[in-house]
C-alpha cells in the first residue's frame, strides 16, 4: 500500500474509500439508508482498513464523513432493537460493545489523524465518532446533538468525556441533558467544529486540509495528536516532561535539519521523500 495515491474508489460492504491526495485517505461510510448507522460491520470494514494503514506511513491523515443526508446517526436503531429483544438476554452486554465502544476508542488510540468531514446529521454516538476525531468540518447544513438522554440513555461511547474537553463543562451539560441538536453556525461558536464551509465545499475543504496536514513530517504529527491528547489528562509537569522526551526523539530524526537548511535557503522543505511516489 506504500506511496498509492489515486482516484479510484474501492468498495467495501458498510464503506467506501479513496486515496484523493498524498498522505490522505478518505472514508465514507455508505449506509445512507439507515443514517450511516454504525453496525458491528461498518467496525469490521474500518478496522480493516486500519490495520493496513496504521504501519504505513505513506498513509497520515483520515478524512471521514458519510453518504447521503447524515454523516452518522450513531447506534443503528433497527439492529439494536433486534440485538434488544433477541440477543441482549443472551449476551448480557450492551449493544454498543462490539461497535461504537471499539470505534471511537480506536480513533483516539491511532497514530493516524482523523478529520470529520460532517456532511450532515451527527447525532449520539455519530456525535462521539466525530468527537473522536482530532479536527471537525462541518457543512453548513450539518446538525450536531449529544441526543442519548431522548432514548433514555447516557452518552456511552465516549461522548461523557470527550465533550467536556471539547466545549467545556457547562455547554457539555446543557447538550447532554437536553438532547438538543446544533445547527453547525452554533457548533462553530462552541467549538464543536473548527470550520463551517458550503455543503459542495465540504469535501475540497476537508481533503485540502488533510493534504497540508499530510505535507507536514510523520514523526512530528504521530507526536503532535498524542501529545495534544496526552494533555487532557496530564499536569503541566508531566506535560513539560513528557514534551521533552519527544523533542529529544524528534530532533535525532531527519526533518528538524531539513527544516532548518530549506528556512536558511529560502526554499520549501522536502518531508516525506519517497513514501508518497
Known amino acids: 500500500m506504500m506511496g498509492q495515491t489515486a482516484d479510484k474508489r474501492v468498495d467495501l460492504e458498510t464503506l467506501y474509500y479513496e486515496r484523493p491526495a498524498p498522505g490522505v485517505a478518505l472514508v465514507t461510510l455508505n449506509r445512507p439508508d439507515r443514517g450511516n448507522g454504525v453496525v458491528v460491520e461498518l467496525v469490521r470494514d474500518l478496522f480493516g482498513l486500519l490495520d493496513g494503514w496504521e504501519p504505513d506511513p505513506s498513509v497520515r491523515v483520515v478524512v471521514l464523513t458519510g453518504a447521503g443526508k447524515q454523516f452518522c446517526a450513531g447506534a443503528d436503531l433497527v439492529a439494536m432493537r ?37 456532511n450532515g446529521a451527527a447525532t449520539a454516538g455519530g456525535l462521539d465518532f466525530a468527537l473522536a476525531c482530532d479536527l471537525r468540518v462541518a457543512s453548513s447544513t450539518a446538525k450536531l446533538g449529544e441526543t442519548y438522554i431522548n432514548m433514555g440513555l447516557a452518552p456511552g461511547n465516549g461522548g461523557s468525556w470527550l465533550l467536556p474537553k471539547v466545549v467545556g463543562s457547562g455547554i457539555a451539560a446543557e447538550l447532554a441533558l437536553t438532547g438538543d441538536l446544533v445547527d453547525a453556525q452554533r457548533a462553530l461558536a462552541l467549538g464543536l467544529v473548527s470550520r463551517v464551509v458550503e455543503p459542495d465545499e465540504l469535501l475540497p475543504t476537508a481533503v485540502a486540509l488533510a493534504a497540508k496536514i499530510a505535507d507536514k513530517p510523520w514523526r512530528a504529527l504521530e507526536a503532535t495528536k498524542q501529545a495534544l491528547r496526552a494533555s487532557w489528562t496530564q499536569d503541566f509537569s508531566t506535560a513539560m516532561n513528557t514534551s521533552y522526551q519527544v523533542t529529544d526523539a524528534l530532533q535525532r530524526q531527519p526533518d528538524l535539519l531539513e527544516a532548518v537548511t530549506a528556512f536558511l535557503e529560502k526554499r520549501s522543505p522536502r518531508f516525506n521523500v519517497g513514501l508518497d511516489d
Open 82 to 118: 433486534e440485538y434488544l429483544i433477541n440477543e441482549f438476554p443472551v449476551r448480557n452486554e450492551p449493544f454498543n460493545a462490539r461497535a461504537l465502544f471499539p470505534l471511537t476508542q480506536r480513533i483516539v488510540a491511532s497514530r493516524l489523524v482523523f478529520l470529520a468531514a460532517i
